[in-house]
């Protein structure tokens, strides 16, 4: 005779390990590539959301590392899910991972850099790994760059471009304040910068948001010009030059747009299709 409570039991434990299974496949991971040491160092994450301004601030820097008068970057992790589209990015004919992380181990700064839009299914799971990521590298510092839509209905050209720190710590504001980079009093931050944010803040972590202006019909790369005048302040061995971006601030901007803008088809032809049901008004 079948003992139907046993059996019940069995199916209960055996779907709870199938729904395991697939969290597990379908998870984001850091996969490292270089064993690197980044104790004390800083790690600047730059994953785009609603504007290019992050990624166009990896490319700046990695394009400045390229020059034979400063230091250069090691891939050093990329990251991954089943829940991202199945592209491969090329830069200068080289295969990459849509997200990646690079650092140098001469200044301990590691990029994050990435051509996918944040994804809000899965942007809780890459926070957390990324922050988890740092703390086993033995990252002092995590400063998230984010980009907010300015309030100028003009977009005049001679105003300087706005830039807010948040920090997860006293120890964050007090350094921002000594920086002199105004703080953000009131508002809401999104994304991945907020799960970030928020890992900090429980974990007593230093994570600090930088928010470029975005302006309405002018180029983002200039705002990205302002953030690494900040970052150069935040972090003094970054040392990139402003006047070398603007100078080619087309090229760019026109490369990290058609990146970002191939990534966000990827990601729209793997979605599944909407599912189609009762309409209530």
């Not at 209960?12 to 850091?30: G, Q």
């Not at 710590?169 to 799960?195: F, N, Q």
Request: aromatic share 8%; glycine share 6%; net charge negative.
């Amino acid at each position: 005779m079948i003992n139907r409570n046993l059996y019940y039991s069995s199916f209960l434990e055996a779907r709870e390990r199938l729904i395991l299974v697939i969290e597990m496949d379908d998870a984001f991971e850091i996969r490292d590539v270089i064993d690197i040491d980044l104790e004390g160092g800083t790690l600047i994450e730059c994953f785009p959301s609603i504007s290019a301004l992050a990624l166009i601030t990896a490319n700046i820097i990695l394009e400045s590392a390229g020059r034979q008068d400063t230091w250069e970057f090691d891939q050093v992790a990329v990251g991954d899910s089943n829940k991202l589209p199945s592209i491969c990015v090329v830069y200068y004919s080289k295969p990459k991972f849509p997200i990646r992380i690079y650092a140098s181990k001469e200044t301990k700064i590691a990029i994050l850099a990435s051509e996918i839009p944040q994804y809000a299914p899965i942007t809780r799971e890459i926070g957390k790994k990324i922050f988890q990521w740092s703390k086993d590298k033995g990252i002092k510092r995590i400063v998230s760059v984010e980009g907010y839509k300015s309030d100028y209905t003009e977009s005049p050209r001679e105003i300087p471009y706005r830039v807010y720190g948040i920090g997860s710590t006293d120890s964050c504001r007090t350094y921002l304040a000594e920086k002199k980079i105004p703080p953000l009093d009131h508002g809401v931050i999104k994304g991945l910068s907020a799960v970030l944010l928020n890992e900090g803040w429980y974990n007593r972590s230093e994570v600090i948001v930088i928010l470029g202006e975005i302006r309405q019909h002018y180029p983002e790369v200039r705002t990205a010009a302002r953030v690494i005048e900040v970052l150069n302040q935040l972090i003094p061995s970054l040392g990139i030059g402003i006047e070398p971006i603007l100078a080619q601030a087309e090229k760019i901007e026109q490369m990290a747009l058609s990146m970002r803008n191939e990534a966000n088809e990827a990601l729209e032809s793997e979605s599944p299709p909407p599912v189609r049901g009762t309409t209530y008004i």
